[in-house]
T-cell receptor, first 112, second 111 residues
């Protein structure tokens, strides 16, 4: 019962470095999402995907890119990390008919 | 645009009832949710309510929805110290099921 798995769980980056966060789901869900959580800000939507090969911008997309080459995976990329991207990142997935979105356990990213 | 507002902090004594309030702006929301987040942990879905309902009860939890005023509340009966956490209200858009979250209400339960 893996559900939604995020890799890595923790990471420290230097300003200007790049990295990719991986989200994998084993529920065959069509929709996948990346959110970021900052203290006092709740969760905000970065990008989302409504199917393999599709992506769309959310509320705070700047500085991030995403790809959905396989239905089960949704990748979030930071090309040149900035301290403002220090955050906890959550991935989620669901189906259009579902009432519930399933969340991963989060990736805590620190950019120094 | 969509916006979800919550009060930031609530303190109660163990055994009391807690009421966490939320207001939202998107009248086309299909579902409204309450999530719980303990320190350093992910999000746990507590309960949800469909937009055409006005109340839902699930054990110690009661959700009230006033669609006219776009007001949602979560009542926790017999609050326990283990209920101390941050509670997020979220609305789901009718399009691609994206969620808009409030900033969270920190609930502190004292013995």
């Amino acid at each position: 019962n893996a559900g939604v798995t995020q890799t890595p769980k923790f990471r420290v980056l230097k300003t200007g470095q790049s990295m990719t966060l991986l989200c994998a789901q084993d529920m065959n869900h069509e929709y996948m999402y990346w959110y970021r959580q900052d203290p006092g800000m709740g969760l905000r939507l970065i990008h989302y995907s409504v199917g393999e090969g599709t992506t769309a911008k959310g509320e705070v997309p700047d500085g991030y890119n995403v790809s959905r080459l396989k239905k089960q995976n949704f990748l979030l990329g930071l090309e040149s990390a900035a301290p403002s991207q220090t955050s906890v990142y959550f991935c989620a997935s669901t189906e259009p008919a579902n009432t519930e979105a399933f969340f991963g356990q989060g990736t805590r990213l620190t950019v120094v | 645009g969509e916006d979800v507002e919550q009060s930031l902090f609530l303190s109660v004594r163990e055994g009391d009832s807690s009421v966490i309030n939320c207001t939202y702006t998107d009248s086309s929301s299909t579902y409204l949710y309450w999530y719980k987040q303990e320190p350093g942990a992910g999000l746990q879905l507590l309960t949800y309510i469909f937009s055409n309902m006005d109340m839902k009860q699930d054990q110690r939890l009661t959700v009230l929805l006033n669609k006219k005023d776009k007001h949602l509340s979560l009542r926790i009966a017999d609050t326990q110290t283990g209920d101390s956490a941050i509670y997020f209200c979220a609305e789901r858009a009718s399009g691609y099921s994206t969620l808009t979250f409030g900033k969270g209400t920190m609930l502190l339960v004292s013995p």
